[in-house]
T-cell receptor
Framework: TQLLEQSPQFLSIQEGENLTVYCNSSSVFSSLQWYRQEPGEGPVLLVTVVTGGEVKKLKRLTFQFGDARKDSSLHITAAQPGDTGLYLCAGLSASNYKLTFGKGTLLTVNP | GAVVSQHPSWVICKSGTSVKIECRSLDFQATTMFWYRQFPKQSLMLMATSNEGSKATYEQGVEKDKFLINHASLTLSTLTVTSAHPEDSSFYIC?????????????????FGPGTRLTVL
């Protein structure tokens, strides 16, 4: 069984602070995806990382994929209250297109 | 593009009744859709894979006779929670994979519906 460990599970910070969320897999997926979910809504895809060592930036969000393609991180610079939400990493299986989700990181950014 | 809708957005029902939730891909055809369940402050748990024209594939521990899935067309999958009980109360989310040829996605990414909040009294 492929597992995704995500940490921290909860994070409460002040506006303007930086933070990093980690996602570690027990095995290699074909790709790894990061989602953000707001209460009462479905997850929204932020980024897909595929290549080991890959770094992608989305405004104040920086996503890294480890060389071994088993770990990833999401770094947010100068967090804002609008960044509040549940951040989920998910590994995609190429054989059946199934997504395995980590437990998520519930981020609260206080003004 | 790649929009997935769900209906209803929320439903309240009495224990013992059945509830049907629809998942539609609005601007693409999807041979495969997925159904997830999410409890408060928890992650998404895959329930089943819905395949157009064939039987759904259920994850271990999910009762196929309780959660009936019908993927009758390339744009519609339905999940029916039969004889619902309070412990079935949850947030149910579907997703669909658009075809690569449509330019929606390069990595077989799933696009998620907005979810359906089910409360069983």
């Amino acid at each position: 069984t492929q597992l995704l460990e995500q940490s921290p599970q909860f994070l409460s910070i002040q506006e303007g602070e930086n933070l990093t969320v980690y996602c570690n897999s027990s095995s290699v997926f074909s790709s790894l995806q990061w989602y953000r979910q707001e209460p009462g809504e479905g997850p929204v895809l932020l980024v897909t990382v595929v290549t080991g060592g890959e770094v992608k930036k989305l405004k104040r969000l920086t996503f890294q994929f480890g060389d071994a393609r088993k770990d990833s991180s999401l770094h947010i610079t100068a967090a804002q209250p609008g960044d509040t939400g549940l951040y989920l990493c998910a590994g995609l299986s190429a054989s059946n297109y199934k997504l395995t989700f980590g437990k998520g990181t519930l981020l609260t950014v206080n003004p | 593009g790649a929009v997935v809708s769900q209906h209803p957005s929320w439903v309240i029902c009495k224990s013992g009744t059945s509830v049907k939730i629809e998942c539609r891909s609005l601007d693409f055809q999807a041979t495969t859709m997925f159904w997830y369940r999410q409890f408060p402050k928890q992650s998404l748990m895959l329930m089943a894979t819905s395949n157009e024209g064939s039987k759904a594939t259920y994850e271990q521990g999910v009762e196929k006779d309780k959660f009936l899935i019908n993927h009758a067309s390339l744009t519609l999958s339905t999940l029916t929670v039969t004889s619902a009980h309070p412990e079935d109360s949850s947030f149910y989310i579907c997703s669909a994979i658009p075809p690569r040829a449509g330019g929606f996605s390069s990595y077989n990414e799933q696009f998620f519906g907005p979810g359906t909040r089910l409360t069983v009294l």
